[in-house]
């Protein structure tokens, strides 16, 4: 008779540390439906298979490499329903590279604005902030990086 294979099951703890993400970032993860709920033991308790570390480690990888959860989630529909074609997968990295773009537009902006800033500094002993000062003005510093509204808190 042959045996079957067991699958690895993992508390959440487990996971979290196989696949280098936070607990509460797993949990946000399932609650926005990028991750699948997991089974439950007896007691409640989520119990995670290996489908869900690797799926929870192309989520961490992504993030890292900076695609937001929303293209994150594009990418995993086309994953998911196996219909996957090579020119949806381009386009999804084309607009992501859009983005870097931007964001690299953005830090160079914002670069300038903070060494101008930062060059107004006396060096005095006299307290002379313009740097916070600055951060305290209202309104956008010369067209400077967008601000941190809509961004998703998942991380």
């Given at each position: ?58 989520i ?20 998911d ?7 949806e ?67």
């Amino acid at each position: 008779m042959a045996k079957c294979a067991a699958k690895p099951v993992f508390p959440i703890g487990a996971l979290a540390k196989e696949s280098a993400v936070n607990i509460e970032t797993v949990r946000c993860y399932e609650k926005i439906g990028l991750m699948p709920k997991p089974a439950r033991s007896r007691g409640g308790y989520r119990l995670y298979d290996a489908g869900h570390l690797k799926r929870l480690t192309f989520i961490r990888r992504g993030r890292e490499l900076g695609f937001s959860l929303d293209e994150l989630r594009n990418l995993l529909r086309l994953v998911d329903g196996h219909s996957y074609t090579c020119a949806e997968v381009r386009a999804l990295t084309l607009h992501h590279v859009a983005g870097i773009r931007r964001k690299i537009a953005d830090l160079g902006r914002l670069k300038r604005v903070m060494t101008t800033i930062s060059s107004q500094c006396s060096g005095r002993e006299i307290p002379d902030y313009p740097v916070i000062d600055a951060l305290f003005q209202t309104g956008p510093v010369s067209n400077g990086p967008r601000g941190a509204a809509g961004r998703n808190l998942c991380r």
